[in-house]
């Protein structure tokens, strides 16, 4: 019996999985408001009475395909406590926890970019849409002050700068509208990017050395 339902578990996170997938695809290449649950469904494969008791509402949908990307997996485990985040923050080297926050955040860009182009361009004419922007850039704040808060207790902050201003440049430098102009726009590779976010992340945040 236990076999049996461990089956039935896999087989719904897998159904919830292509729907998802399903979704993305379609919200990609048509955008949020002009991609209906019908079509989401069809092209699942799937029933669409299903993708409504899965998700309930489209924005619902939205929402869990952003966190998904972000986590890189549907655990519930907040961004502050999951391993990889926690080794940055207690990594004793400031600059090597500078250099493990740009290789972080293009992971995480790499997954979720398509995603946030298609959130931006919906948040502008839905005000839902419009609030999930919002709660995400909130979210990604409160990462950014935690990473610069453990930066400044590990070493001085190049003079002039607070824990605010530092993380007001954390912000700006790892933003998804940067990442988006320099790699979509002007063809860098995320390797270069990752790279020159580090080294200006040194460069805008550590004294001169």
Request: a neutral charge; zero cysteines; hydrophobic letters at 45%.
């Amino acid at each position: 019996m236990l076999a049996a339902m461990a089956r039935r578990a896999d087989k719904t996170q897998a159904n919830r999985q292509r729907m998802r997938e399903a979704a993305q695809r379609l919200f990609v290449a048509r955008g949020y408001s002009a991609t209906s649950m019908q079509a989401i469904a069809d092209e699942a494969g799937m029933a669409v009475q299903t993708l409504y008791f899965t998700f309930k509402t489209k924005r619902a949908l939205l929402g869990e395909l952003l966190d998904v990307a972000v986590a890189g997996d549907d655990e519930p485990v907040p961004s502050l406590e999951r391993p990889q985040v926690r080794a940055a923050l207690d990594n004793p080297d400031p600059v090597a926890q500078l250099h493990e926050q740009a290789r972080l955040a293009r992971e995480v860009y790499e997954r979720v970019a398509p995603v946030l182009q298609v959130i931006a361009h919906a948040a502008t004419a839905d005000p839902e849409i419009h609030e999930l922007w919002v709660a995400n850039n909130a979210q990604r704040a409160v990462v950014m002050e935690r990473m610069a808060a453990a930066l400044a207790a590990k070493t001085s902050l190049r003079d002039g700068l607070d824990t605010t201003m530092a993380t007001d440049i954390t912000l700006a430098l790892l933003s998804p509208e940067l990442y988006h102009l320099l790699t979509a726009r002007r063809g860098w590779s995320a390797d270069r990017w990752e790279r020159w976010t580090a080294d200006a992340l040194v460069t805008q945040l550590l004294p001169p050395r």
